[in-house]
């Protein structure tokens, strides 16, 4: 089965692109972020034509998860029981495939503005919550997947030589990733040998796309029940050639639920 995540930045303006996208695809699940429209607004019937159901949380303007998938979904969660949050950045559910359970959890993370700011600081509170959260997640679910987009590119790896910010990339930052590995989850895309300068968002400014000069700061980290099922895990760059595409591309992993 095959598990994305993409952050569309506004599903209303990419509506047409996640669904082509969806057909040339068909993945299994899909794990979106950065909605930017109310949960009414929702295009629930679209997904249901293809085949897929949909649960979403939704908030005008910004922010805002959903997961599509082919399996039904059940024991929901909206937002982090361990943190009140106003923003909709959290967003789980099971899936059953093969009799096992798989526990999806789709995060918008906090973008964190600039080091040493408020926003920088929620960024951090943030994390410090989705540790606790997921500390109890993998006790009850063994076999889980955290998707979305971190706002974190976790190894120099993961950044363009000319990224000129010191946030995304801190080292306070990077101690959070390293905090969620320790909790016995692992990078499905280090799993594998990767092509240098493998990036999942590009600046809209400067031409960063055609340069690729990004960075990679969307995520799949599955548990380690799943890593010995684990047989791909990508990065789809074609959307972002996309006209008026999001700066963020589909990210893939591939697991065999056989195995």
Not at 7 to 34: A, F, H, M, P, Y
Not at 47 to 56: N, V
Not at 207 to 230: M, P, Q, W, Y
Not at 237 to 251: F, L, Q
Request: proline share 4%.
């Amino acid at each position: 089965m095959k598990i994305a995540s993409w952050n569309v930045n506004s599903l209303s303006v990419r509506i047409e692109q996640v669904i082509g996208w969806l057909k040339n695809t068909s993945v299994d699940v899909l794990c979106l972020q950065e909605l930017k429209m109310e949960s009414s607004k929702f295009p629930a019937q679209l997904f249901h034509e293809l085949g897929y159901q949909a649960i979403w949380s939704g908030q005008k303007t910004y922010n805002g998860v959903a997961i599509i998938s082919k399996t039904p979904l059940t024991v929901e969660q909206y937002n982090n029981p361990y943190y009140a949050d106003a923003q909709q950045r959290l967003i789980a559910a099971n899936i059953q495939i093969n009799d096992q359970t798989i526990r999806l959890i789709c995060v918008y993370c906090p973008n964190g503005s600039e080091l040493g700011s408020d926003k920088f600081t929620y960024k951090m509170q943030w994390f410090d919550a989705l540790n606790v959260y997921l500390k109890e997640q993998l006790n009850t679910y063994p076999n889980l997947v955290l998707t979305g987009d971190f706002n974190i590119a976790p190894d120099d790896r993961d950044v363009h030589a000319k990224y000129q910010s010191d946030i995304l990339v801190s080292p306070e930052e990077r101690q959070q990733f390293s905090n969620l590995l320790a909790l016995g989850l692992h990078d499905s895309f280090r799993l594998f040998e990767q092509e240098e300068k493998s990036f999942s968002w590009w600046d809209y400014r400067q031409f960063a796309f055609k340069r690729n000069a990004g960075l990679r700061i969307d995520h799949l980290l599955i548990s380690n029940a799943l890593t010995k099922k684990c047989t791909a895990s990508s990065i789809d760059k074609a959307p972002r050639g996309n006209e008026r595409p999001s700066d963020h591309t589909p990210v893939i992993v591939t697991l065999d639920m056989t195995a």
